[in-house]
């Protein structure tokens, strides 16, 4: 498919050009799922603009950087047309951290011999990552439960019980059901300087049977077992399905491969994984004894421990129900937490938090 795409000013539109015969039903349903939320449109028009071309009109809230390319099929998709939209100026969450920070905790409400001390003490950042989202449902199980949905849900139970303690803050990738890419949520744990990431899962496997829960670290050489480098493939196929152009070469991960703080990084991830997988074990069953190690492309940011939680197999017809139990919801996101607990207690955040005031 032949297009093109331009901006145009007062007000701010965004225009993209189609060389198609006909205005496709996926074409016309496009005004009906763009939201009021939408950071960046205002609205959207789809209309023949001459024989053979239709146009789409993006009504913007503000300047952008668009970048478009196309996709080959993979999957249930077909050839595909992606349209991805950025600010201009990148919104900062570290700033937007900090600034919360400090009226957490308002001056008048304090005594008059803590009035000097930071707002905020040193707080550790866990940055919270629901795997798959948007065009990208993740697993789905017999049921129809999607994976994105109870990685949404568990996510945001983690999150609630983290902010919760006294010296942690706790930061979503995302809170909705949008499509993220891998490296986009490696960028926003760096960006806050996290001390730890923790992705969610709930995933399948090609046999129904399989169960229980299981965390994965960063492998440097080789997956610690055959159905850990199958998933692992899996995962970072996700960016694939949702469209993301591997044409750009990401630095964080290339720099991945010559750190030598990886090798650290690993370690200390292998560390709180251990301790996850340990409160895990209360919960439910645990589908391997000990943490496993595959090529994760969500794993990949150099300088801060990460680790995947595969909460429980959505493919099992029973760890499905239980998945989207509430009750077993909320055990899930604690044993995690517990787990953080336990590893923040052993070694506390580095002197150079973001959110370390002075």
Do not use: C
């Not at 000013?9 to 965004?14: F, G, N, S, T």
């Not at 789409?56 to 999957?75: M, N, R, S, Y």
């Not at 399905?241 to 991945?256: H, I, S």
């Not at 139990?325 to 938090?353: F, M, N, T």
Request: hydrophobic share 40%; glycine share 6%.
């Amino acid at each position: 498919m032949k297009f093109s795409v331009f901006a145009v000013k007062d007000p701010e539109r965004l225009v993209l050009d189609l060389e198609t015969a006909d205005i496709t039903p996926a074409l016309d349903e496009l005004t009906g799922k763009l939201t009021a939320e939408d950071p960046y449109v205002q609205g959207l028009r789809v209309a023949r603009n001459r024989p053979g071309v239709v146009r789409l009109v993006l009504d913007l809230k503000a300047e952008v950087k668009p970048q478009v390319f196309t996709l080959k099929p993979i999957g249930e998709y077909g050839h595909r047309l992606v349209l991805d939209i950025y600010p201009m100026v990148p919104i900062d969450p570290l700033a937007a951290l900090i600034e919360e920070s400090q009226k957490s905790v308002p001056a008048k409400q304090l005594p008059s011999i803590e009035k000097e001390k930071p707002a905020v003490a040193r707080l550790a950042t866990i940055v919270i990552d629901p795997g798959h989202g948007g065009e990208d449902p993740g697993a789905i199980g017999r049921l129809g439960s999607r994976e994105k949905n109870v990685t949404l849900i568990i996510a945001k139970r983690l999150k609630a019980l983290v902010d919760a303690e006294p010296n942690m803050r706790a930061v979503l990738t995302r809170d909705g059901d949008y499509f993220l890419p891998l490296h986009v949520r490696v960028d926003k744990a760096r960006k806050v300087r996290a001390d730890l990431f923790v992705s969610i899962h709930a995933d399948a496997f090609i046999r129904p049977h399989a169960r229980g829960s299981s965390v994965f670290a960063l492998s440097e050489r080789r997956a610690t077992s055959e159905a850990a480098n199958w998933l692992a493939k899996k995962e970072n196929d996700a960016d694939l399905v949702g469209g993301v152009n591997l044409d750009v070469k990401d630095r964080y991960l290339a720099q991945t491969l010559l750190d030598l703080s990886q090798t650290a990084t690993i370690d200390h991830s292998l560390r709180l994984g251990n301790l996850v997988l340990r409160r895990l074990g209360s919960v439910n069953t645990l589908h391997k004894p000990q943490v496993e190690q595959a090529s994760f492309a969500v794993l990949k940011a150099p300088d801060v421990p990460s680790i995947i939680v595969e909460t429980a197999f959505i493919s099992n017809p029973q760890e499905e129900k239980r998945l989207n139990d509430e009750s077993y919801q909320d055990k899930l996101a604690r044993a995690i937490l517990d787990g953080i607990r336990d590893y923040v207690a052993k070694h506390p955040p580095r002197p150079a938090s973001p959110l370390a005031l002075n």
